[in-house]
């Protein structure tokens, strides 16, 4: 594989560094490292006591955030893992709580332009799109092998796709000829299956589709719904999490969760008094999400749909 230098713009920066209220003996952690962006900004920070912890599931992305978080005084501890091990990882060294994470969801720059990962319909490249090379799932097993059902499903449910019927049907009519063994083939079915009045609307025709087998092959949607609960339970009284989403599915789901830990009353609305037992883990700095500046926009084009969202955990745990 012919590696891309790992040039990923953080988006939102300052933003985030500044929604984690960094404490300089504080504890904080950056579930999708990446090429350490925020992660050296939270470094920066923190004096000989503090401690960063990176995880990333992308081998080449925790090579990358070593080296540069290597000039950096406070303890810093790098684990190839998903954030969904978030817990398991913190406990594993011995860690109770921290004061504040930070999650950058969806592909990095660096994925995208690594032809050889097969994330992007810009490049002609093996159907691959696994962050995680570890993963036995591969986007061309799936356009290969699952039904033209499970294939429209995926498409509707997780790249809001309209024409996701018409693009399953192409799908499995191509791979009876051959399999379907490239992105570039793909974005061409893909293309010919969409009317040519909508294919003016919205960006590229493939857009959607790549997001959605992107997603379903590495079940990051799951992975965030099942895991912020367990985010918030590992932050220290006043600890924050700061979560980056880049479409409207993850930002729902984030917004959902940060909702419901503020507010987890299940009490009908006639009850006088709540008698559930359900008490609120804390509350959402911004009710809506911070979004880019005209000028992070201009100077970084794929930070145009990114929206972060803050939650500060209860004084009392």
Same mark, same amino acid.
Request: overall charge neutral; hydrophobic content about 35%; aromatic content about 6%.
């Given at each position: 594989?012919?590696?891309?230098?790992?040039?990923?713009?953080?988006v939102?920066?300052? @933003? *985030? $560094?500044?929604?984690?209220?960094?404490?300089?003996d504080?504890?904080y952690?950056?579930?999708? !490292?990446?090429?350490a962006?925020?992660?050296?900004g939270?470094?920066?920070?923190?004096?000989?006591?503090?401690?960063?912890?990176?995880?990333?599931q992308?081998?080449y992305?925790?090579?990358?955030?070593?080296?540069?978080?290597? &000039?950096?005084?406070?303890?810093?501890?790098?684990?190839?893992?998903?954030? %969904?091990?978030?817990?398991?990882?913190?406990?594993?060294?011995?860690?109770?709580?921290?004061? =504040?994470?930070?999650?950058d969801?969806?592909?990095s #720059?660096?994925?995208?332009?690594?032809?050889?990962?097969?994330?992007?319909?810009?490049?002609?490249?093996?159907?691959?799109?696994?962050?995680d090379?570890?993963?036995?799932?591969? %986007?061309?097993?799936?356009?290969?092998?699952? #039904?033209?059902?499970? +294939?429209?499903?995926?498409?509707?449910?997780?790249?809001?796709?309209?024409?996701?019927?018409? +693009?399953?049907?192409? $799908?499995?009519m191509? /791979?009876?000829? #051959?399999?379907?063994?490239?992105?570039?083939?793909?974005?061409?079915?893909?293309?010919?299956?969409?009317?040519?009045?909508?294919?003016?609307?919205?960006g590229?025709?493939? &857009?959607?589709?790549?997001?959605?087998? /992107? +997603?379903?092959?590495?079940s990051?949607?799951?992975?965030?719904?099942?895991?912020?609960?367990?985010?918030?339970?590992?932050?220290?009284p =006043?600890?924050?999490?700061?979560?980056?989403?880049?479409?409207?599915? @993850?930002?729902? +789901? *984030?917004?959902?969760?940060?909702?419901? !830990?503020?507010?987890?009353?299940?009490?009908?609305?006639?009850?006088?008094v709540?008698?559930?037992?359900?008490?609120?883990?804390?509350?959402?700095v911004?009710r809506?999400?911070?979004?880019?500046?005209?000028?992070?926009?201009?100077?970084?084009?794929?930070?145009? #749909?990114?929206?972060?969202?803050?939650?500060?955990?209860?004084?009392n745990?």
């Amino acid at each position: 594989m012919i590696m891309t230098e790992f040039n990923h713009i953080s988006v939102l920066y300052n @933003e *985030v $560094i500044e929604g984690l209220n960094i404490k300089k003996d504080g504890i904080y952690v950056d579930g999708t !490292l990446g090429g350490a962006g925020h992660a050296s900004g939270v470094c920066e920070r923190l004096s000989k006591e503090g401690t960063l912890i990176g995880i990333d599931q992308d081998g080449y992305a925790i090579k990358t955030a070593k080296e540069r978080l290597e &000039k950096y005084e406070c303890n810093v501890n790098v684990v190839r893992d998903n954030f %969904a091990n978030m817990k398991q990882v913190v406990k594993g060294l011995d860690i109770s709580g921290v004061d =504040g994470i930070t999650l950058d969801l969806g592909v990095s #720059s660096y994925q995208l332009d690594t032809v050889e990962r097969g994330f992007s319909y810009r490049f002609d490249a093996p159907l691959d799109m696994r962050m995680d090379d570890r993963n036995p799932l591969t %986007a061309y097993m799936i356009v290969n092998s699952y #039904s033209k059902g499970e +294939i429209s499903h995926i498409l509707k449910a997780y790249g809001e796709e309209k024409f996701a019927d018409n +693009i399953a049907k192409h $799908i499995v009519m191509e /791979r009876e000829k #051959s399999p379907i063994e490239t992105t570039g083939e793909l974005a061409k079915i893909i293309d010919m299956s969409i009317p040519m009045k909508f294919k003016k609307m919205g960006g590229h025709p493939a &857009k959607r589709t790549f997001q959605a087998l /992107r +997603i379903m092959v590495n079940s990051e949607l799951s992975v965030l719904e099942d895991n912020i609960a367990d985010m918030v339970d590992l932050l220290n009284p =006043g600890g924050r999490l700061c979560v980056i989403s880049f479409h409207s599915l @993850e930002d729902r +789901i *984030v917004k959902k969760a940060f909702a419901k !830990l503020e507010n987890p009353c299940t009490c009908p609305k006639d009850f006088p008094v709540c008698v559930c037992g359900n008490k609120p883990k804390g509350k959402r700095v911004n009710r809506k999400p911070i979004l880019p500046t005209e000028e992070e926009m201009e100077r970084n084009p794929r930070a145009k #749909s990114a929206k972060l969202r803050i939650f500060e955990r209860n004084e009392n745990k």
